[in-house]
């Protein structure tokens, strides 16, 4: 699987790393993208560049 980063819950401030997908894969396995945006924000690169970060509401809210 592309989505990249630790299993433990995304915590910014230890310098963990978003997970990423390319547009693509993020339009193919949306749902797995979204699964995994509920524990940690996911980035999403167009171009190799960064697009979006899909992240659940809890986590804007009340952070990781």
């Known amino acids: 699987h592309r989505c990249r980063s630790t299993e433990n819950?995304?915590?910014p401030r230890k310098g963990d790393r978003m997970?990423?997908?390319t547009?693509?894969?993020?339009q193919r396995k949306f749902g797995e993208v979204q699964h995994k945006a509920?524990?940690?924000p996911v980035e999403i690169t167009?171009?190799?560049r960064r697009e979006?970060?899909?992240l659940s509401a809890e986590i804007?809210?009340?952070g990781s």
């Open 9 to 11: 819950t995304y915590n």
């Open 19 to 21: 997970a990423q997908v």
């Open 23 to 26: 547009s693509l894969e993020f």
């Open 38 to 40: 509920l524990k940690e």
């Open 46 to 48: 167009r171009h190799g």
């Open 52 to 54: 979006f970060v899909l």
């Open 60 to 62: 804007l809210w009340h």
